[in-house]
């Protein structure tokens, strides 16, 4: 096991997609028994509060998302809409929160870990997730608003912890 | 030297290391434990988790979109 076990991962993106990746990586490190910390700044904050039913994911202007419907026959399924959907149409009201269902449609039928389920399996292997005190301030959140278990701190907090990790990466 | 089974079919990747993790941590070193998964990417996963982790991988097999491993917790 080599000296320098330690991960970390800025998490700045919140939206239902990009919430998977640093969840991912975290979990499955700390399983393979990295010290991992997850600093969550900016939009990634909101993965933190206790609420996440605001998670959106967007197709406007993100053409390599494959729409694909999660139901319906065979035929039906493999056909990607994505390209064929012009993007002014994801302006129209409703369309991201449809898409948003769809998109928790399939990972449901998939068996894809909801964030909750990646964020609990987290905590209880010892990640530790900080909250960026900044942005807290900034978006006019307060603590009631987060999950217990979570540390509160900065940059250079995140820093120190970044000198003696081998891993570090930012999402 | 008990004999443990988990049974992670349906789950998907990371779901199936992360619930071998909780159950090894269950058991005692030297048990092992049958991991039985259907995530098609857990072959090369469980080779890299006994690898990081120190456990040992006694053997694995893939059958009809079932992969089962055999796993011993190391001391």
Not at chain 2, 17 to 23: D, E, M, S, Y
Request: glycine content about 8%; overall charge negative; aromatic content about 8%.
């Amino acid at each position: 096991m080599p000296e320098n076990n330690g991960m970390t991962i800025i998490a700045s993106k919140g939206t239902l997609d990009w919430a998977f990746p640093p969840f991912i990586v975290g979990s499955t490190a700390a399983a393979m028994g990295k010290e991992v910390t997850m600093f969550f700044t900016f939009y990634g904050l909101g993965l933190l509060l206790k609420d996440l039913s605001g998670l959106r994911v967007s197709p406007q202007g993100n053409p390599a998302m494959p729409m694909k419907m999660p139901f319906g026959p065979q035929w039906l399924q493999k056909i990607d809409f994505g390209p064929k959907i012009p993007n002014i149409m994801w302006n129209i009201p409703g369309m991201e929160l449809f898409a948003t269902n769809m998109m928790k449609k399939t990972m449901k039928k998939n068996n894809i870990a909801t964030i909750e389920e990646l964020r609990d399996v987290c905590l209880e292997m010892g990640v530790k997730l900080i909250a960026c005190e900044m942005t807290i301030g900034m978006f006019g959140y307060s603590r009631e608003d987060f999950i217990d278990g979570i540390e509160y701190a900065g940059a250079a907090t995140y820093l120190d912890i970044a000198q003696s990790s081998n891993h570090d990466l930012f999402i | 030297m008990a004999q443990h089974t988990l049974d992670a079919t349906g789950l998907n990747c990371p779901m199936p290391i992360l619930k071998a993790k909780q159950a090894l941590a269950k058991i005692e070193a030297g048990d092992t434990i049958e991991v039985i998964c259907s995530d098609k990417g857990s072959t090369n996963d469980f080779i890299a988790f006994c690898n990081q982790t120190g456990n040992t991988l006694l053997s694995h097999e893939a059958k009809d979109n079932q992969f089962i491993f055999n796993i011993e917790k190391s001391a």
